[in-house]
């Protein structure tokens, strides 16, 4: 099975749950149990959040989420072109958050590395960042 899709949102947090219900529609031809759907939404919830709260924190801006399905892997990217990330290995320590007064945990980056195989940001100052992911979906007993 091979199948891929775009989809391009402003950055405003009502789109973050658009954004999880369009990756949970994407992935449902796959059969994925409710644990793999949970870890895949909540991966995207916590990408999406930070492009719209980090990529572009006094306006609104344009977030592109791209996802593909080979065979069962599942490649997810969000891209925003917002203010980018001065030190991304910094920004994926747990615990670590640039907007500390705004009750921000600063465990989005870490959510993310739980719930996929494997993660990847990559990031300029003032040129945006992206966020590529990848998550094996298990084989459903039917």
Request: hydrophobic share 40%; net charge negative; proline share 4%.
């Amino acid at each position: 099975m091979k199948n891929k899709m775009t989809i391009k949102f402003d950055s405003v947090s009502q789109n973050e749950c658009f954004a999880r219900n369009v990756i949970a529609s994407f992935i449902l031809p796959l059969n994925p149990s409710v644990s793999d759907l949970s870890d895949v939404k909540t991966a995207v919830s916590e990408a999406v959040t930070n492009s719209i709260v980090h990529g572009y924190p006094d306006c609104v801006g344009e977030v592109t989420m791209t996802a593909e399905i080979c065979d069962r892997d599942l490649h997810i990217i969000i891209t925003d072109s917002g203010i980018g990330i001065d030190d991304v290995d910094k920004a994926l320590e747990p615990f670590f958050t640039t907007k500390p007064d705004d009750e921000r945990s600063g465990m989005g980056f870490t959510i993310i590395k739980t719930f996929m195989d494997e993660v990847k940001v990559v990031s300029k100052v003032n040129s945006g960042t992206k966020i590529e992911m990848i998550k094996t979906i298990s084989k459903q007993a039917v």
